[in-house]
């Protein structure tokens, strides 16, 4: 506990933008080899000056890194022989944050030398970037970069979607959740089938995966039906939202129909006429004061109107299907997956590393597991100045405070879930090799 | 070499399996069952020089065209149509229901020229790319118009790794591959054969979500088989530039080195490459352009002629298209040098002339300086870079000219008649300058409307027009030549 005190202490002053703050934590707290094992799918050399050794894979060597500086210079095509040749760098230029890029068929440090055109990026993770800004328009409590445990909960439905469509239509087993420190959510994909795929086919995946689209102007943003029904993959989507995320974010909790400007857009995305009018006479002659007293949200009850009125309509008509088709891309529009495209549509588009710190909150871009992703509150997540804290606090008790790093801070439980992934990682990789050698013997 | 032409382990010892074609090799006389080629393994004979060369530049025209046909936007069934005329005239392929024509030297010749033209844009990203775009629209224009059965025979000789789907799991899975089909195609499902591929392999079915999707594996009905063949050729074709381009240094020939080059340089022009080197042998003068130019010049070059010698002056865009242009129709260098000096002669002193314009003419010849062998500038470069300024007369007539400009400039010049004159204005108000040009110059050669320079070509290239002018007067004349000798 008392440590706890001193770490909250410490954490007024530690601002992330001084490079005292920033040094200290990449030579004392980084996970640098997690890190290393994670991108390179090997594990780290003992000693690399011991003859013998073999040498890191391409898939670190020629791997590109961006640094942003506290200047906010941006300084791309870096790349580094060793796992201690990125630290040094990162020590000498204290960067506010890193970023991480494709595997090149050459050296990306080589670029200048090279001739124009002639580095290509070859291998990537793919990636996904789902960011709060883009909900922006439905969700009813903060804006901007604002996130507060309430819209996370928009992330929580996105995170559980795409984990599950992935594995379950893709076949991806390797995937790493990445809180982005302030208002969203990063997802790294290792598999080898994965990470060689070419920008066309990650272009059809996000064709695939893509749901919500249109600008400000466009009321109605899915449009997916394929002669009114939706594609397998969507209608196993649509359960899963309709199960866990519709009820308590869209209606309890965000009350997105609340509004007079809430529910005039419920109803603008509904096709039917005389539907739309009976509901539009009963919600404006709506008493402010009946809802207060309710037990049930204001949009809980006009979503049951919604279903009543549905109801009415006779079934088996085609009007009653526009309306039940409706009624479904309705949860899709609020609580779909909304995925920055263009992130993962290009091998060489980067983006931020793990472990990094978000310069305006602090806090460490740390994993996240999908499965307890509900649970996860981005207050809790350790600053930069919290975890500095610790180490100090544990300092004075400790004979040589230089062997203390991220093992002995708050920081550990989310290295652990990442050498977790990486041992997953190496496994695969192993039976992989050991699948090839097989092939050869048999050639 | 039986090592290298066989794929991979596995599929090897499968070659004697009665499915697969039993290859014999035959040094002077290849045969070719399909029509259709995916270029797995590279001609493994003897082919002249000077096959070599005017192959690769046949395949070349139909390549040029197919490009010129995307920069125009025209849709694939216009494009399948150009392709085919082309075809005809440069590179025909016969189906094997064709008896008289001798298949296995058509596709000879098709297998060859493709191989060369991936030596001669293997060199960098930018000329892969479009010679992977073009060679995959020809790819799928054949594909078309293949004999259907013959196409399944093809298929069928070749592994394309697709797992069938057997009956037990298409039935298991029949809601959610029906899901994927529209109404028009359910009543076909009960027949529907079904396919399993790694997803990665129809990516284009898996952007439009018509396909199904289970751990990384797509059930593609039969149907969309095509989808699967042409990203395999696409793939397959890139993988191969690659190499060819990492093994390419290594190629100890100086024979073929100049050939490849002026290849390569034919597609970057944005043309087919005929117009960047003179036709052989036929050098021209410098007094034979007056009469060159009534006859073959097309309005933006015959404007800036008749400019140069009403004013004895260019501004310097203008003597960049014109010479330019010039030294393609077969200008050289001495006979350049005269023929600006000579019009220039009546507003400037020789000296002057040698001090401020000598150097440039050389430029254009790549004689000095960057020492680039400067290609004419095609019409897409007209329209669009350098427009013209006052008092200058340089671009294209059709689209920097005022209407009534244009009129008196087509009628003074090209003796387009008032009743014609419509046709082509309507053009140019839709802003269709390529096409206002190419009926310019049907009318002036008597030539039927629609037939453009031959074929349905329309003009995308000064030079082209000028050059099939040219061709044309020679075909006259000689077609004259033989009436007259039947007539002694």
Redesign the interface.
């Known amino acids: 506990m008392a440590a706890n005190d001193v770490a909250m202490a410490t954490e007024q002053q530690a601002d992330p933008k001084s490079p005292e703050v920033m040094s200290a934590f990449y030579s004392r707290l980084y996970p640098f080899k997690s890190l290393y094992t994670w991108l390179s799918h090997t594990p780290v050399p003992i000693s690399t000056k011991d003859a013998g050794v073999p040498k890191s894979s391409t898939n670190w060597t020629h791997r590109e890194f961006a640094f942003t500086l506290q200047n906010d210079a941006y300084l791309r095509y870096n790349s580094f022989q060793e796992v201690d040749d990125l630290k040094k760098q990162i020590m000498r230029l204290i960067p506010s944050r890193f970023e991480i890029g494709a595997v090149y068929n050459a050296r990306p440090k080589d670029k200048k030398t090279l001739p124009a ?1 002639a580095l ?1 990026p070859l291998r990537r993770e793919l990636v996904f970037d789902i960011d709060m800004t883009d909900y922006d328009a439905i969700r009813t409590c903060c804006t901007g970069g604002a996130i507060c445990r309430r819209c996370w909960a928009f992330i929580s439905a996105a995170v559980s979607v795409l984990d599950t469509t992935l594995r ?5 087993q390797l995937l790493l959740w990445v809180y982005s420190g302030r208002r969203g959510i990063h997802c790294w994909v290792s598999d080898e ?1 994965a990470m060689v ?1 070419t920008d ?2 990650r ?6 995966l893509e749901v919500v689209k249109g600008g400000k102007d466009m009321v109605k943003k899915v449009n ?1 039906r ?2 009114g ?7 196993s989507s649509l359960d899963i939202l309709n199960e866990n995320h519709f009820m308590p974010i869209v209606l309890e909790d965000q009350d997105c129909f609340g509004s007079r400007q809430g529910w005039e857009t419920l109803l603008e995305l509904l096709p039917d006429r005389e539907v739309v009018s009976n509901l539009r006479k009963k919600w404006e002659d709506e008493d402010e004061d009946d809802y207060s007293s309710k037990e049930q949200s204001i949009s809980e009850r006009r979503w049951n109107d919604l279903r009543r009125e549905v109801k009415a309509v006779a079934k088996g008509s085609t009007r009653r299907a526009a309306l039940m088709a409706a009624m479904e891309d309705i949860v899709l529009q609020y609580t779909y997956p909304r995925i920055d495209a263009e992130v993962t549509k290009h091998r060489n588009h980067l983006l931020k590393a793990p472990f990094c710190i978000h310069p305006s909150t602090g806090r460490v871009c740390v994993p996240v597991d999908p499965k307890m992703v509900k649970d996860f509150v981005p207050e809790d997540v350790p600053t930069v100045g919290q975890l500095l804290g610790e180490l100090d606090a544990l300092g004075t008790k400790t004979e040589d405070p230089s062997t203390l790093n991220w093992e002995h801070t708050s920081l550990k439980p989310y290295v652990d879930m990442m050498d977790e992934h990486n041992r997953r990682i190496l496994q695969a990789e192993r039976e992989r090799k050991q699948a090839e050698n097989r ?2 013997m ?2 | 070499m039986a090592a290298l032409t066989a794929r991979r382990g596995p599929v090897a010892s499968t070659s004697t399996k009665s499915s697969a074609p039993l290859h014999v090799e035959n040094h002077f006389q290849p045969h070719y069952p399909y029509r259709l080629n995916f270029y797995d393994t590279p001609p493994q004979f003897d082919v002249t020089l000077e096959q070599f060369e005017s192959w690769g530049l046949d395949r070349l025209r139909i390549l040029a065209e197919i490009e010129s046909s995307f920069v125009r936007n025209r849709a694939f069934e216009e494009l399948k149509g150009i392709v085919n005329t082309q075809q005809k005239k440069y590179l025909t392929l016969n189906s094997n229901t064709a008896i008289n024509a001798d298949k296995d030297a058509e596709r000879k010749k098709d297998h060859v020229s493709h191989f060369v033209l991936r030596l001669a844009f293997c060199r960098s990203e930018d000329l892969r790319r479009r010679f992977i775009k073009a060679e995959m629209a020809l790819f799928k224009v054949r594909w078309e118009t293949d004999d259907p059965k013959e196409r399944e025979e093809f298929l069928k000789a070749r592994a394309f790794g697709w797992g069938d789907v057997s009956d037990a799991e298409k039935a298991e899975l029949e809601p959610h591959l029906k899901a994927c089909l529209n109404p028009k195609q359910l009543q076909y499902f009960p027949q529907e054969k079904y396919y399993k591929v790694p997803w990665s392999r129809v990516p284009d079915l898996v952007h439009g979500r018509r396909v199904y999707l289970r751990a990384g594996a797509a059930y593609v009905p039969s149907r969309e088989q095509s989808s699967i063949v042409f990203q395999q050729f696409q793939a397959d074709l890139e993988e191969a530039m690659e190499m060819t381009a990492r093994a390419l240094p290594r190629m100890d020939e100086d024979r073929l080195t100049p050939i490849l080059d002026h290849l390569s340089k034919g597609f970057l022009a944005g043309v087919a490459s005929e117009y960047s080197a003179p036709e052989s042998g036929e050098s021209v003068t410098a007094d034979m352009i007056d009469g060159l130019a009534k006859k073959h010049f097309p309005l933006c070059m015959r404007a800036l002629h008749e400019h140069l010698r009403k004013e004895s002056h260019l501004r310097h865009q203008g003597r960049l298209q014109y010479g330019l242009f010039l030294k393609i129709v077969g200008l050289s260098i001495e006979e350049a040098l005269a023929f600006w000096r000579k019009a220039f002669s009546g507003k400037m002193s020789d000296e002057k002339f040698t001090k401020e314009h000598l150097y440039n003419i050389k430029h254009n010849y790549g004689l000095v300086g960057k020492m680039a062998n400067y290609p004419a500038r095609s019409c897409q470069t007209i329209l669009t870079t350098y427009p013209p300024g006052a008092n200058e007369f340089h671009g294209c007539p059709y689209r920097h000219y005022s209407e009534d400009n244009l009129k008196t400039a087509l009628q003074s010049m090209m003796g387009i008649s008032s009743h014609d004159m419509q046709d082509v204005l309507s053009s140019v108000r839709t802003q269709h300058y390529h096409v206002a040009c190419t009926r310019v110059y049907e009318l002036t050669h008597g030539i039927r409307k629609g037939e453009g320079l031959g074929g349905g070509e329309t003009v995308n290239h000064p030079n082209e027009y000028c050059q099939r002018s040219r061709e044309l007067e020679k075909s006259k004349n000689a077609a004259a030549a033989d009436d007259a000798m039947k007539i002694d």
């Open positions: 055109s290509q379950r239509d893709f076949g991806y089938s795929l066309d086919q272009r059809a995946i996000m064709g695939w997916v394929v002669a029904g939706l594609p397998p993959s969507l209608q092939k050869d048999s050639w």
